[in-house]
C-alpha cells in the first residue's frame, strides 16, 4: 500500500482528497499545520506529499525544505492560488515534483499523483535480484533470470553503478530497462538524491524539450509562467531519459550540451544554468541505424554510450521464461487471492511455443490474467488467456466497432485487468491503418498528419505489426 500524506489547513481540502484517493491501495494521512505535517512524516514516510504553501504556523517553502532535508526523494506536489504562483515555481526550482493551482480539479490532481506515485515507486522500492525457488522479496520490483545473457546485464550493472557515467540501455520494448535503470540508481552514490524520470515517447515533441529543460514566461503561446524542468529537479542526483530515439533533432542538441558541459537554457532563455546530474538513457530503437538515416545525432550517440547494456528479448533468455512465470506467480497469487503453488508442464509448453513480443512485460500480464481465472492450486494451460498470432495458438479478434459493447463485455468477462491497453492497441492498429492507407504508406506525411515524430511512428508500426510498404 502506497501512502499520501496532505499538508493543509483547510478541513474541507483534507476530506476531499480522503473521498476522492483513500482505498485499499492508497493510504491518505492528513495534517493541519506544519509540526504536525514533519510528525507524520516522519512517522509515516509517506510516498507522496501535498502541502498547502499557506500554513498557519509555517511558510509552505520552509516546510519543504525541512522535510526535504529528512528524505529527498519523495515527490513534493504544492497547493497554490494566484497570489503565491511565484512560491511554487521557487519551490520546483529546489526540488519539487510539481504544483496545483486552486481551486483544485480532481482529473488534474489524480493525473498528477498516479505519474508521482509511479516516480515515487522507482525511487523507494529497490530492485533485488529474485532467485526462482524463494519466496522472499516477491512484493516490488525484481530482476529475474539465470541465462547468461542476464548474468552479463548483472556484472554490467554491478561495474557501472558506483561510476559517474552516462549510461545506454538497449533493448526491445518490455524487456526491463526501467528496473535496470532503478538498480543502477539504488546502487549509485546518487541514491539518496533526487530522481526523475521523463518518457520521450509519450510526450510530443512540442512539449518534450519544455519537460526537460523548463522553459521562461512568454517563451511560446501557453507560456503564462516560468516552469522548471525535470533535469533542474534532478540536479544532485540522476535523470532517466526512457526511449530517447524519439527525440526531436532540437532536444537531441540541447541534451549533447548538457552532457559535454552539464549546462542548459530553458526554452526562451538565455542564461546558462549548471547543474549536476547523472543521464541514464533507455531505447528501444536501433539508435546506429537511426544515425544512419540522419534522425540521430551522432556526437549524441557517442556522448550517451559511454556505457552499453543491452538486454536480451525473452525469446532468446534460454529456460528463463519459467523461471520468471514461477516468479509472477509466487508474485502474484497471495495479491489475488489464490493458493497457486506450481505451474503444469503443459502450461509451460505452451507459453514456450508464443514469440512474446512484449518481453517480460507481457509474461506478467498473460499471469496476472492468468491468475484471475484459475482454480485449485495448479496453473492449467486452460486457465491462459489469449497469446497471440502464434502458430497453434488462440487469436484476439479485433471487433469492426471499436470498443463495441460486446468487446468490452467479453474482456470482461474474461477476467482482463489490461482492458485499457487492450483497447489503446485496438484504437492505434486501427487509426494507423487509416493514416497510412491515406498517405498511400509514406511514413513523414503520416507522422506529420498524427503529430508524432518518424521515430515514433516506426516504433509504433513495429509494435503493432504494421508493414508500411502494404499501403504503398
Same mark, same amino acid.
Given at each position: 500500500?502506497?501512502?499520501?500524506?496532505?499538508?493543509?489547513?483547510?478541513?474541507?481540502?483534507?476530506?476531499?482528497?480522503?473521498?476522492?484517493?483513500?482505498?485499499?491501495?492508497?493510504?491518505?494521512?492528513?495534517?493541519?499545520?506544519?509540526?504536525?505535517?514533519?510528525?507524520?512524516?516522519?512517522?509515516?514516510?509517506?510516498?507522496?506529499?501535498?502541502?498547502?504553501?499557506?500554513?498557519?504556523?509555517?511558510? +509552505?517553502?520552509?516546510?519543504?525544505?525541512?522535510?526535504?532535508?529528512? &528524505?529527498?526523494?519523495?515527490?513534493?506536489?504544492?497547493?497554490?492560488?494566484?497570489?503565491?504562483?511565484?512560491?511554487?515555481?521557487?519551490?520546483?526550482?529546489?526540488?519539487?515534483?510539481?504544483?496545483?493551482?486552486?481551486?483544485?480539479?480532481?482529473?488534474?490532481?489524480?493525473?498528477?499523483?498516479?505519474?508521482?506515485?509511479?516516480?515515487?515507486?522507482?525511487?523507494?522500492?529497490?530492485?533485488?535480484?529474485?532467485?526462482?525457488?524463494?519466496?522472499?522479496?516477491?512484493?516490488?520490483?525484481?530482476?529475474?533470470?539465470?541465462?547468461?545473457?542476464?548474468?552479463?546485464?548483472?556484472?554490467?550493472?554491478?561495474?557501472?553503478?558506483?561510476?559517474?557515467?552516462?549510461?545506454?540501455?538497449?533493448?526491445?520494448?518490455?524487456?526491463?530497462?526501467?528496473?535496470?535503470?532503478?538498480?543502477?540508481?539504488?546502487?549509485?552514490?546518487?541514491?539518496?538524491?533526487?530522481?526523475?524520470?521523463?518518457?520521450?515517447?509519450?510526450?510530443?515533441?512540442?512539449?518534450?524539450?519544455?519537460?526537460?529543460?523548463?522553459?521562461?514566461?512568454?517563451?511560446?503561446?501557453?507560456?503564462?509562467?516560468?516552469?522548471?524542468?525535470?533535469?533542474?529537479?534532478?540536479?544532485?542526483?540522476?535523470?532517466?531519459?526512457?526511449?530517447?530515439?524519439?527525440?526531436?533533432?532540437?532536444?537531441?542538441?540541447?541534451?549533447?550540451?548538457?552532457?559535454?558541459?552539464?549546462?542548459?537554457?530553458?526554452?526562451?532563455?538565455?542564461?546558462?544554468?549548471?547543474?549536476?546530474?547523472?543521464?541514464?538513457?533507455?531505447?528501444?530503437? &536501433?539508435?546506429?541505424?537511426?544515425?544512419?538515416?540522419?534522425? %540521430?545525432?551522432? &556526437?549524441?550517440?557517442?556522448?550517451?554510450?559511454?556505457?552499453?547494456?543491452?538486454?536480451?528479448?525473452?525469446?532468446?533468455?534460454?529456460?528463463?521464461?519459467?523461471?520468471?512465470?514461477?516468479?509472477?506467480?509466487?508474485?502474484?497469487?497471495?495479491? %489475488?487471492?489464490?493458493?497457486?503453488?506450481?505451474?503444469?508442464?503443459?502450461?509451460?509448453?505452451?507459453?514456450?511455443?508464443?514469440?512474446?513480443?512484449?518481453?517480460?512485460?507481457?509474461?506478467?500480464?498473460?499471469?496476472?490474467?492468468?491468475?484471475?481465472?484459475?482454480?485449485?492450486?495448479?496453473?492449467?494451460?486452460?486457465?491462459?488467456?489469449?497469446?497471440?498470432?502464434?502458430?497453434?495458438?488462440?487469436?484476439?479478434?479485433?471487433?469492426?466497432? %471499436?470498443?463495441?459493447?460486446?468487446?468490452?463485455?467479453?474482456?470482461?468477462?474474461?477476467?482482463?485487468?489490461?482492458?485499457?491497453?487492450?483497447?489503446?492497441?485496438?484504437?492505434?492498429?486501427?487509426?494507423?491503418?487509416?493514416?497510412?492507407?491515406?498517405?498511400? +504508406?509514406?511514413?513523414?506525411?503520416?507522422?506529420?498528419?498524427?503529430?508524432?515524430?518518424?521515430?515514433?511512428?516506426?516504433?509504433?508500426?513495429?509494435?503493432?505489426?504494421?508493414?508500411?510498404?502494404?499501403? +504503398?
Amino acid at each position: 500500500m502506497q501512502s499520501l500524506l496532505v499538508i493543509d489547513d483547510e478541513a474541507s481540502i483534507c476530506k476531499a482528497f480522503e473521498r476522492a484517493f483513500a482505498n485499499d491501495q492508497i493510504m491518505v494521512i492528513t495534517a493541519r499545520d506544519g509540526a504536525e505535517g514533519r510528525q507524520k512524516f516522519i512517522e509515516a514516510k509517506p510516498d507522496v506529499v501535498i502541502i498547502d504553501l499557506s500554513l498557519p504556523d509555517t511558510n +509552505g517553502i520552509e516546510l519543504f525544505k525541512r522535510l526535504r532535508e529528512l &528524505d529527498a526523494r519523495v515527490p513534493f506536489i504544492f497547493i497554490t492560488g494566484h497570489g503565491t504562483v511565484e512560491s511554487a515555481i521557487e519551490a520546483t526550482k529546489l526540488g519539487a515534483y510539481d504544483y496545483l493551482f486552486k481551486p483544485l480539479e480532481l482529473d488534474e490532481i489524480r493525473d498528477l499523483l498516479d505519474k508521482a506515485f509511479s516516480l515515487s515507486r522507482m525511487i523507494r522500492v529497490q530492485p533485488v535480484l529474485a532467485e526462482s525457488d524463494s519466496d522472499e522479496d516477491v512484493t516490488g520490483n525484481a530482476i529475474v533470470g539465470r541465462c547468461r545473457a542476464m548474468k552479463e546485464v548483472y556484472k554490467a550493472i554491478g561495474r557501472v553503478a558506483s561510476q559517474n557515467l552516462t549510461v545506454l540501455l538497449l533493448g526491445e520494448s518490455g524487456t526491463g530497462k526501467e528496473v535496470v535503470a532503478q538498480a543502477i540508481y539504488h546502487h549509485s552514490a546518487r541514491s539518496t538524491a533526487p530522481f526523475q524520470a521523463i518518457n520521450c515517447a509519450a510526450i510530443p515533441d512540442a512539449l518534450l524539450e519544455s519537460e526537460i529543460f523548463g522553459h521562461e514566461k512568454g517563451a511560446f503561446t501557453d507560456a503564462h509562467r516560468q516552469r522548471i524542468g525535470k533535469l533542474e529537479q534532478a540536479d544532485g542526483g540522476t535523470l532517466f531519459l526512457d526511449e530517447v530515439g524519439d527525440m526531436s533533432p532540437l532536444t537531441q542538441a540541447k541534451l549533447l550540451r548538457v552532457l559535454q558541459d552539464q549546462t542548459f537554457e530553458r526554452v526562451g532563455g538565455n542564461t546558462p544554468i549548471k547543474i549536476d546530474v547523472r543521464i541514464i538513457a533507455a531505447t528501444n530503437h &536501433d539508435l546506429k541505424q537511426l544515425v544512419a538515416e540522419g534522425l %540521430f545525432r551522432t &556526437d549524441l550517440y557517442f556522448r550517451l554510450s559511454v556505457v552499453t547494456i543491452r538486454l536480451p528479448p525473452l525469446r532468446d533468455r534460454e529456460d528463463d521464461l519459467r523461471v520468471l512465470a514461477e516468479y509472477f506467480l509466487r508474485r502474484y497469487s497471495h495479491e %489475488f487471492g489464490k493458493d497457486i503453488r506450481s505451474i503444469a508442464p503443459e502450461t509451460i509448453e505452451v507459453l514456450n511455443q508464443y514469440r512474446w513480443p512484449g518481453n517480460v512485460r507481457e509474461l506478467e500480464s498473460v499471469m496476472k490474467q492468468s491468475l484471475l481465472t484459475a482454480r485449485g492450486n495448479i496453473l492449467l494451460p486452460d486457465f491462459l488467456p489469449p497469446l497471440g498470432d502464434g502458430p497453434g495458438l488462440q487469436t484476439t479478434s479485433v471487433p469492426h466497432e %471499436f470498443l463495441s459493447e460486446r468487446f468490452v463485455a467479453e474482456r470482461l468477462e474474461a477476467g482482463t485487468d489490461n482492458l485499457y491497453a487492450e483497447a489503446i492497441a485496438i484504437a492505434e492498429r486501427q487509426l494507423f491503418r487509416q493514416v497510412l492507407t491515406h498517405t498511400a +504508406g509514406t511514413q513523414l506525411k503520416a507522422a506529420t498528419l498524427l503529430g508524432i515524430s518518424r521515430v515514433t511512428l516506426r516504433s509504433k508500426l513495429k509494435s503493432l505489426g504494421i508493414d508500411a510498404n502494404d499501403f +504503398g
